[in-house]
């Protein structure tokens, strides 16, 4: 007896031989083909609307929006497709096919919010596919296909990251890609499906590889090893494995010999200050205590987190099944190795989410099938105090603190509208369970699809320089020489002008390895030469500055500014346009 129908008998027959679909009605034997026929189009329907269509309502956030917009512009406008650039310095932090796929998608699309964020978007779209895909391999029952996809697809981190450019859902994705093929090779009945799932499997660590890093290659081998040795498969771990080690270098060794002719320091400084240094450096970014994952993980799978302990204690119950066992290790090693380095982003754990999500929909499938309602309930209600209290917070902060201005009731009400339809959509499986489970998806996909869009003016102009300097496109696009003090707001500056070589005021960030090259030294311009460094600029024609100005340091950088000029003021933001002056 297969894997597969022992997981499909374990499952309680309804008393009169019906089952149940996707929303929770009990209907007769026809069921089945209309999920299957209609869940994948209901998913994409949804990834339609409130993924791809919110994609152009906001501006670019700051740091990483505008710095991967603007490298991979770059690499369309200097027509170099090795080594990265970051506004015309050498920027190392990582490899270049994420790049890639953000600058096909300005390629296709233009130069424009869409074309930058699609790659994202469309990364985290072909993830819910391999959730669905994974889970009618294990149980063969689209239910439970149905809810893993849509689970995953309204995780919170998940959504989050969807229509936000950087390169995590597209690193993801590869490694999403790599595990679903390894236990596609893994239950493969027939060698050339083997061959084909392990040689996937190779592709996909490859454009990982190229994506982020070793990680591509350490994640899938973390949970293939283990795997193979339990269930006493090692010797065919040899023989594939070499398949995919083959693949994988097959895909990226061009590459990595091009980078290594162009750049030969590119190698040393990605391996050491990526890898070593991130992970285990006393003076590593992002430092976090070791539990700092714990936590994050329950507040990623919203608005499921109530379902996360009995998803858990279900699935330890089971980990003697193959399947089960799998999903445990991918799960529970990555988040291992995460939480001991030294590093943390929340982003990191993003591959653990997968298996979290196949899990979760198998065991919400069979309390449904059970009629047992109660953690749904519990999970409604959950959601439910957390919006009701967002909502309370919101209107008691705009009485007494008003974070709004009297213009911005626009942006206001999409928040109102956002908090409301979290508040129904999980109003309705804390009445109706058995009905409305999937609900608290449209809520999560509404706060994806509005909250952006719905910013205050405050955050606006702090965290999305570029919409401001879009409004003063004409007075800039006619300068001849562009300085800024700060890197989200000059990659902002260089890709909206398409002009990468913004000079850089006071600020170095991490552009310092970049900026020690000397045919790049010339871009800095410290403070105590930003006078004579504007003056001989205006010979030229005029200056465009545009600078952020917080703290104190910052308005000692502007007060050093020579007087006169247009200035445009909004927020903490500021433009200022010097005319030319006679050489």
């Not at 994640?219 to 594939?240: D, K, N, S, T, V």
């Not at 890709?495 to 600020?507: E, H, I, K, M, S």
């Not at 006078?531 to 308005?555: F, P, T």
Request: aromatic letters at 12%; hydrophobic letters at 50%.
């Amino acid at each position: 007896m297969t894997q597969r129908t022992q997981m499909q008998r374990t499952l309680p027959p309804q008393a009169n031989g019906t089952s149940i679909t996707p929303s929770g009605y009990t209907v007769g034997g026809s069921t089945t083909s209309g999920i299957q026929r209609w869940a994948l189009a209901s998913l994409l329907l949804a990834f339609a609307l409130f993924y791809l269509l919110p994609l152009t309502s906001h501006g670019l956030w700051i740091p990483d929006e505008t710095r991967y917009a603007q490298i991979s512009q770059e690499m369309l406008l200097r027509g170099d497709w090795v080594s990265p650039h970051f506004m015309g310095i050498r920027y190392f932090e990582k490899p270049i096919a994420g790049y890639w796929m953000i600058a096909i998608g300005q390629a296709l699309f233009g130069d424009n919010l869409f074309g930058v964020r699609v790659a994202s978007a469309l990364s985290t779209g072909l993830s819910v596919l391999l959730a669905y895909l994974i889970t009618r391999r294990i149980w063969n029952d689209p239910r439970k296909s149905f809810a893993a996809a849509l689970l995953y697809m309204s995780f919170g981190l998940i959504a989050g990251q969807a229509g936000y450019s950087n390169l995590d859902p597209q690193f993801t994705l590869w490694v999403n890609l790599s595990l679903v093929a390894l236990w596609f090779a893994l239950d493969s009945q027939t060698p050339r499906g083997r061959l084909l799932a392990w040689g996937t499997l190779g592709a996909a660590c490859g454009m990982g590889f190229m994506t982020k890093g070793f990680l591509a290659w350490l994640l899938p081998a973390l949970i293939a090893l283990p795997y193979m040795l339990w269930q006493r498969r090692f010797g065919e771990l040899l023989r594939f494995g070499l398949v995919a080690v083959l693949v994988a270098i097959a895909i990226s060794l061009p590459w990595v010999l091009s980078i290594h002719a162009h750049e030969p320091d590119f190698w040393r400084f990605f391996f050491w200050h990526e890898h070593i240094r991130r992970f285990a450096a006393d003076n590593a970014q992002h430092t976090r205590p070791w539990w700092f994952y714990l936590p994050l993980l329950v507040v990623s799978s919203l608005p499921w987190a109530a379902l996360l302990p009995g998803t858990l204690i279900q699935a330890w119950k089971d980990k003697h099944q193959a399947a089960t066992g799998y999903l445990l290790l991918w799960l529970l090693l990555p988040l291992a190795f995460f939480s001991l380095s030294r590093g943390k982003l929340p982003t990191y754990i993003m591959p653990c989410l997968l298996p979290l999500a196949v899990l979760m929909g198998h065991a919400l499938i069979q309390w449904i099938s059970a009629g047992k309602t109660r953690t749904v309930r519990l999970n409604s209600l959950l959601n439910l105090l957390i919006g009701v209290a967002a909502l309370v917070a919101l209107v008691v902060i705009q009485i007494t603190r008003p974070v709004y201005d009297h213009d911005e009731m626009l942006s206001l009400s999409l928040v109102f509208i956002m908090l409301m339809g979290w508040i129904i959509a999980n109003l309705l499986p804390a009445s109706r369970p058995l009905n409305y489970w999937a609900a608290p998806a449209l809520g999560i996909w509404l706060l994806v699809a509005l909250l952006p869009a719905g910013m205050p003016g405050l955050i606006v102009h702090n965290k999305m320089p570029d919409q401001f300097i879009k409004e003063h496109l004409a007075q800039l696009q006619q300068t001849g020489s562009l300085l800024s003090n700060d890197l989200g707001a000059a990659s902002a500056l260089a890709w909206r002008l398409q002009r990468p070589d913004v000079a850089l005021y006071n600020t170095e960030g991490e552009l310092k390895y970049g900026l020690a090259y000397p045919e790049s030294a010339q871009r800095k311009v410290s403070m105590a030469d930003v006078g004579q460094w504007i003056s001989d600029a205006r010979k030229q024609g005029s200056v465009g500055v545009v600078m952020r100005v917080n703290d104190v340091l910052e308005n000692e950088e502007v007060a050093l500014l020579p007087p006169g000029g247009k200035r445009y003021e909004q927020g903490n933001m500021l433009i200022l346009i010097l005319p030319a002056t006679q050489p």
